[in-house]
């Protein structure tokens, strides 16, 4: 049974530091692309990054440079560090497989003073 299970969100000031974690099981991790998704209230769900089987890594516009996506496979976990963040950035942070077309529980995220 796959399974994805992000953990690491939390309230944070602007201009502070989270990183996310999303561990998988029940599929071959390494050779899966995992996207990390953000949805906010009364928005629709966007893409922030992805991190392929080889490690390159694409983010969205409003994330390049504060955010960091990364891949641990004897972990079976993907990381997304997000620096400097900003308020616009609360949002609830998904991650997905479009191999199996499964979503994580999500985790929420809300920055603000």
């Known amino acids: 049974q796959v399974q994805l299970v992000e953990s690491g969100g939390g309230l944070v000031q602007p201009g502070g530091s989270l990183r996310l974690s999303c561990e998988a099981s029940?599929?071959?991790?390494?050779?899966?692309?995992i996207n990390w998704y953000r949805q906010a209230p009364g928005k629709e769900r966007e893409l922030v990054a992805t991190?392929?089987?080889?490690?390159?890594?694409i983010y969205a516009d409003s994330v390049k440079g504060r955010f960091t996506i990364s891949r641990d496979n004897a972990k079976n976990t993907v990381y997304l560090r997000m620096n400097s963040l900003k308020p616009e950035d609360t949002a609830v942070y998904y991650c997905?497989?479009?191999?199996?077309?499964?979503w994580g529980q999500g985790t929420q995220v809300t920055v603000s003073s």
């Open positions: 991190i392929t089987t080889g490690g390159h890594t």
């Open positions: 997905y497989t479009a191999t199996y077309n499964y």
């Open positions: 029940g599929m071959i991790f390494s050779i899966n692309i």
